[in-house]
Every structure is written in structure tokens, then in C-alpha cells.
């Protein structure tokens, strides 16, 4: 056992981590056990401490599963210190622990699983990678060449870079830190395509106002001090003080639950905040805030009350340099003085309440969105580059930072003391405090400056139609401008079989053995077709005079070839068929079937014996047969994940409950504590049969409906979180989606479609003319993808329910949809036993969206 303390402002609880084979227990003692136990195994003792401990009310308990740890992570939570930190996180909860050494943080991280840093940043996953320098990781990983290829956002990149360079939930004096991107907040009109709405990059936050700028540079030149190094600000863009009072309205009441989403790629995309046991008080940013004021709001003049007010502030005021948090690019709930607080009067005799939005956003959703539409705009683009070298790049500090106007108090900076080699203990006290109460500086990534992002003009192909070929041919490109567009019907396939299709699973990553697209029946009949990762490159269309195996090539997908010889043999695996077991009363339908990630298993349910069963996709043979509910398996869903790694099932049944299965992909089998396969947590709540569900593991969230019920949110360890409100008129959710960000999308019955944040709040509802039968999300929930009975697949805006584009009508209704893995292509599944699939890009809409709010 190992014992350290957690890293807070506040009052540092004390962890004791036991490291196992299998699951790591981390135990937060608020009061000693008094026990005697050396005799006894680790394990008894461990029992032994949580009976003790549970019954007096003494511990908070965590633990981490060692499938699903999926960062080890060594950092520093005091830059000036040779001290050692490690973070452990998994999908649900990350821990910030502060070790006595360097040599205990390797004891630590060679008794965990081989994670690395995560499995998103190019880096191995491996015990080294967790003990790499950030240098090393920025050196080590393929996030930047990501980035100026664009197949990563802005955010996105913005968080692998605080996260490398030591920047941490976990941690208030190193909090994650984001630019201001824009600069009018004052017109009730916006338009994002002025250059004089936005903010100039190159420049640090204090030196854009040039008077202002004249002032720091003027207290630099003349600075005389022994021992204290010249400076331009002496604070800093990012402190605890400054992380507190932008978050100062978010904390959860005894009677609700508030999810804050964490978006930081692998590493801990969301933090559930509860109040678990009588003894812990609100948590966490308000309590936080009170505890560094003495127990008192702080003056209300200096409250955070406005978006404009605050960026004047950090224009004007040599005291006032600070940057913004990831929170104001997706967490509109920090706007809001949801609990009611009394914060006082300003000076003008006005409340704080709520925060005082630009004119033009009329909500905190509205404004979230639009600054975040903004930082993954063209000019932010071309200039967050220089940025970047200005907070973690070349400019952080030396002579270029002296000519950017870039330089901070020198005890911000990482190696400036040596805490350690300071022996009077009070002067020692007073630099740590003096540390921690005016802010860090990352770490330095890079020593030369850093590249920009690759320009909007690119080649393009593009569609001829008197010559009916492909041209390459250099289209150059403004911010606001998008391809021309090639026809919206890629090709079609029609099966032997007229059976509808009504699930389709689109596995086309070209990493995989065999790229493919698994179709399911309802006549319980499955197909592997293969998926061309080649035919992007195509530059001639098919032509007649083609062979077939010429043709194949020229088409993104080809039909199973098993298909042909199924109908003159009784092979169970040519006939590729699931059985005839299923349950003459469930309509099957596309939620009634997942498959892996690899395409070698499906999951299917429905059986009359309520199981659901695992099926090799190679052979047609039964793999496994999972029991669990006590009434017929209505639904599934399957959360997501890499090639190589486990993954969570959840089961829906008429029994009323959901159970969630660990799926192991070492073994490729549901596994459980013994040799049977096991659920991991029992959802419970609905009164009637589930219809429909969608689990999330990165947002440790479970969404399930059930027939003329509620539409329920569970955490993946079972509680019940809400229950979302419908509509009037609005019942009977049939179809689910949920997106990476938490938005959560509903399918009522007649077509009725509502939209959700992750903390339950309605975003808008539409009545829809078409009965449908299935929607889909793009992988950033922008867009959503409904199809129905009238044969009509239909591009929605998610956060509005706008209508963006609609489809040329299929031949019949459709069944099932699907995205390949580059959002390409959308491929969709008919009643008559077709599959087609649309060219689709997101951008086309994203460009035409409008760009005055």
C-alpha cells in the first residue's frame, strides 16, 4: 500500500491505492479505521476496511476496473518541485495522485495495464509512454500532423496539448486553458465572416490592447531587482481563483445530479459529481469557491456576471490578463445560476444571477455553440498556431518571449526553484503559496516554432457530365466556399433475398483485416459485404464493358460473395442464418443487433428463451448464448471503441430492465466473475417494456426508453440519474442516439423527435410527417440522419432540428442507416432488401450554414 495526498486548494483527503492483478481499489479515509488486521491477506483486508469503513460512513470507495484504465500518466502538480505526480483515470473518474518520487510513480505504473497515455494520440501504449517528459509525448505522438490534415478539431487538439503539458481537471493551478477567440460582444448581430470579429492570435491576451501593451512593456525595460527576474505580468492568464470564479454557478444540489462533460479525447471525458454519502457536502465548484473566500461570495463587483464585461476587463485591466476554460466551448450550464445563490448586488444595484450573454446569443446553449463554431473557424485556424506558441511553443519564454510581450513572474515557470534545496521552512511556506495562488505556466512542448494548419484550398474531384469521368482538377477555396458536390446516389445493391434489411453495421476502417458492412434481415439472415477502401482513389466510373471484377473495384462495396452459393447448399455457413428461435411477438427491428468492431461477431436478441446470443459472422455458428432477464431481450447497443479494446453491451428487455455486459476482447467473449458471463450493473426504473437503448462508456452513460414510458439516464455503475421530460403528445420512445458531446436525440412514435442535453434540459422538439424508423449521428452530433417509411433519408441540424438536405426518395422504406468510418458515405438499408449508398459531406452544410447570428 501506498499512501498520498490528493492535489486541492482545499482540504487534501488522504488515499490509500491497492493494487490487485485484476481491479485497483482507491480508498479515501475521512476518519482512521481503527482495526488490526496485519495478519490477514489483502484482500480480507480490504473487506475488511469497507465493512468498517461503510458502516461508520468513513469512506468514499472507487474502483477501476483493469479493462477500462485507460490512462497512467506521470505529471507534476507543483512545477518548481521535484516531486512526482500520477494520473489515473478511467471513463468515469480520473484521480490526480501526488507521489514522493519519481521511483514511486514507476512502482506504481508497472503494477498497472500497459495504457500509456491513452489510445488517441499515436503514442505506444505502453509503461514508458506513461513515464515520457511532455517533449517526449509531443515528439512521440501523430496529434499535430492530425491536426493540419483536419481530421481532428481545433478543441480537440487544443485539449492533447494541456493534457500532455500537465494541464489537468484534477488540478484548479493547472487547470486546462483555451483563447478568447472572439472580440464583439456587444452587436446583436454577429458575423462570423468579419476578420474584425476575432481576436488577433499572435498576440498574447495583454498585449492587445496597444496602450496597455506600451504599460507592460515600459515596467519590463525599467524593472530593477536583485533576485527577481524582469517581468511583463505579475499575474497570470490561469489560476484556481480565476478557474473558480468562471465556474462558480456549477454545483449539484442533494437532489440532482450534474453531469460536467470533460472533453479531453481518451482521458476523462466526463466527471460525474454526487453527493454519495450525508457527510459530503455540494461539490464541487461553488463549495470550492466559498472555501478560498473564508465561506463568502466574493464582492459581486468581482463576480463573474458577463460574457462583454469580462472581456473588457481583460482589455483594460493591468491586473486582468486571463484566458478562458474548455467549459466555454461546451458546457452552457456554468452560465446559469441554476441553484438559486444569492450573489449579490453590483454597484449599480443590479443582482448577479444568471450571466449576462452577448445580445446576440439568446441562450447559454446558443452562445456555447456560436464560440464554439468560432474557434473551429477558418480564422481561427490559420492562427492558432501562433498561439500555441506563445502558451506551450518557443515564445513561452527566453528572448522571444520578451519580444511577444510574453513574459510572466518567473515563479510561474517550471525549474524556476528548487523548493527542495530551500531550508528555512517559512521562506520555503511563502513560495509555495505564492505558486499556487498566482498560476503555472505548462510545460514547454516545443523550442522552434509550431507548424500551421493546412489551407482550406485543396484539390478536389469533381463530377463531369458531358464526359462522364472523373477530372482532378485544383479548386481553390475560400473559408466560406465547398466542393462541388458528385451525385447524391453512390451505387445500389440489391440482394437475392427480398427479406427487408433492417440493421446494417458499417466496419470500413482500412486497419482491419477485412473492411466490411454487416447487414442483417428480418428473415434472420446476415451478410459480410466487403467495403473497397480504395475507391476514393477511383478516377474512372464503371463502364459496361468493365469485367465484373474491374466493376467491383470501381464501387465502394461489393456483395457478400457467400450470398451466391448460399441458395443451392444447406452449409448453415453459406446460409449465414441466425436460427429460427426468435420470439413470434418483437418486431426485429435495427436496435435489436450489434456487431464488434471488427466485424467477427454478431450479437443478436429476440429469442424466445430471453438470451441473446453471439454469432461468428465466418462461420454462422453460435459462439456464446448469454441469459440474464427474466422476459425476451427487446434491444442492444454497444459502446465505442477501438479495434483491440473491450467494450460494454447493454441489453434491454420486457422484463423492464437493462443489464450491462462487459464484452472482452482478448477472449471475444461476454465475460463475468466466473466462467459464466455475468452483468456488470442492473438499470432499473421502467414500468414497461425497454424499447430502445444507447450507452456511452467514454460519458459513462446508459440511455434506455421503454413502450408508452420514460426515457431514462443511468451511469454505466447502475444509478438512476433523471428521467428526460417529452413533449406534450410525445410518447413511447422507439428510436435512441446519443453523441460524444452528450446530446441525446429521442424517436418518439408518429415521428415525434425531441433533442436533450446531457443534463436532461430539452434543446427543441419536431413533429415529423414521416413515420421513422431510424436516426443516426455523425461522430461530432452535429448532424442527424433519419430515415422512414416514405423512403426518404433526411439531414437534420441536432441542436435546432433544422432541416438542412433531404435525399432522393428511395424505392422503399427505409430500415437502417449507417456512416462509414470517414463520414463519406451513408449507407441505408431498404424494406425490398437493397442497400443505398449516398456521397455525403458534412462540411457542404457546415460552410452554407449562415454566418450572421
Known sequence: ??????????????????????????????????????????????????????????????????????ISHATRSNPTTSADDGILGSPLASILFAFPDQATVKKVIKALPRVGVGIKYGIPQTRRASMMSPRQLMRSSNMT??????????????????????????????????????????????????????RDLSKP???????????????????????????????????????????????ADENTFLFILRETLELFLIELHLKMFKHISDEP???????????????????????????????????????????FFFLPEMLVNSNRYRLGRQEDGSAVGDVELPPWASSPEEFIRINRMALESEFVSCQLHQWIDLIFGYKQKGPEAVRATNVFYYLTYEGSVDLDAITDPMMREAIENQIRNFGQTPSQLLMEPHPPRSSAMHLDTFWTPSTKLHKTLPILQSPMMFSS?????????????????????????????????????????????????????????????DTP????????????????????????????????????????????????????????????????????????????????HYGVVTCLSRSECNITSDCYIASGSAD??????????????????????????????????????????????????????????????????RSLEAPNGFSSPENIAM?????????????????????????????????????????????????????????????????LYAFPACESSVRSLALSHDQKFLLAGLANGSIVIFHIDFNRWHHEFQQRY
Open 1 to 70: 500500500m501506498t499512501s498520498k495526498k490528493g492535489i486541492e486548494i482545499l482540504r487534501p483527503p488522504t488515499w490509500k491505492m491497492v493494487l490487485l492483478r485484476g481491479p485497483s481499489y482507491l480508498l479515501s479515509s475521512l476518519s482512521p479505521p481503527e482495526r488490526s488486521n496485519r495478519d490477514l491477506p489483502c484482500e480480507q483486508k480490504i473487506q475488511r476496511d469497507l465493512r468498517n469503513g461503510i458502516e461508520r460512513g468513513a469512506f468514499l470507495f472507487l474502483l477501476l476496473p483493469s479493462p477500462f484504465c485507460v
Open 145 to 198: 500532423q492530425k491536426w493540419q490534415r483536419r481530421e481532428i478539431s481545433n478543441f480537440e487538439y487544443l485539449m492533447f496539448l494541456n493534457t500532455i503539458a500537465g494541464r489537468t481537471y484534477n488540478d484548479l493551478n493547472q487547470y486546462p486553458v483555451f483563447p478568447w477567440v472572439l472580440t464583439n460582444y456587444e452587436t446583436k448581430e454577429l458575423d462570423l465572416s468579419l476578420p474584425s470579429n476575432y
Open 205 to 251: 491576451i495583454g498585449a492587445l490592447n496597444p496602450s496597455r501593451r506600451a504599460y507592460f512593456e515600459e515596467r519590463f525595460q525599467s524593472w530593477e531587482h536583485d533576485s527577481i527576474p524582469p517581468f511583463h505580468y505579475g499575474t497570470h492568464y490561469s489560476t484556481a481563483a480565476f478557474v473558480l470564479n468562471w465556474m462558480i454557478r456549477v454545483n
Open 285 to 327: 465548484m461553488t463549495t470550492m469557491f466559498l472555501a478560498l473566500q473564508g465561506g463568502k461570495f466574493d464582492h459581486p463587483n468581482r463576480l463573474f456576471s458577463s460574457i462583454a464585461l469580462s472581456w473588457k476587463n481583460c482589455q483594460r485591466d493591468t491586473s486582468d490578463v486571463k484566458e478562458l476554460i474548455p467549459e
Open 485 to 545: 458536390i458528385p451525385d447524391d446516389v453512390c451505387m445500389t445493391i440489391k440482394f437475392p433475398s427480398n427479406s427487408p434489411i433492417c440493421h446494417i453495421s458499417a466496419n470500413t476502417y482500412p486497419q482491419l483485416p477485412l473492411p466490411s458492412v454487416v447487414t442483417v434481415t428480418t428473415g434472420q439472415q446476415f451478410a459480410v459485404n466487403r467495403w473497397n477502401t480504395n475507391y476514393a482513389a477511383s478516377v474512372q466510373s464503371p463502364s459496361y464493358a
Open 549 to 628: 471484377q474491374a466493376q467491383a473495384a470501381n464501387q465502394p462495396l461489393s456483395m457478400d460473395p457467400v450470398l451466391s452459393q448460399a441458395a443451392n447448399s444447406s452449409n448453415p455457413a453459406l446460409r449465414r442464418h441466425l436460427g429460427d428461435n426468435f420470439s413470434q411477438k418483437l418486431k426485429i427491428r435495427s436496435n435489436c443487433f450489434v456487431t464488434t468492431v471488427d466485424s467477427r461477431f454478431l450479437v443478436a436478441c429476440g429469442f424466445w428463451d430471453n438470451s441473446f446470443r453471439v454469432f461468428s459472422t465466418e462461420t454462422a455458428k453460435i459462439v456464446q448464448i448469454v441469459f440474464g
Open 656 to 721: 423492464c430492465t437493462v443489464l450491462l455486459w462487459h464484452w472482452n476482447a482478448r477472449t471475444q467473449t461476454i465475460v463475468g466473475e466466473g466462467e459464466a458471463p455475468a452483468p456488470r450493473a442492473t438499470l432499473t426504473g421502467h414500468e414497461q417494456p425497454v424499447t430502445a437503448v444507447v450507452i456511452s462508456a467514454e460519458l459513462g452513460l446508459v440511455v434506455s426508453g421503454s413502450y408508452y414510458g420514460p426515457v431514462l439516464v443511468h451511469t454505466t455503475f447502475g444509478d438512476l440519474l
Open 739 to 803: 453523441s460524444r458531446e452528450g446530446v441525446i436525440v429521442v424517436n418518439y412514435e408518429r415521428g415525434h423527435v425531441a433533442a436533450f442535453t446531457i443534463n436532461g434540459k430539452r434543446l427543441r422538439h419536431e413533429s415529423h410527417n414521416d413515420n421513422l424508423q431510424c436516426l443516426l449521428l455523425s461522430r461530432d452530433g452535429e448532424y442527424l440522419m433519419t430515415g422512414g417509411d416514405k423512403g426518404i433519408v433526411e439531414v437534420w441540424r441536432t441542436f435546432n432540428l433544422a432541416l
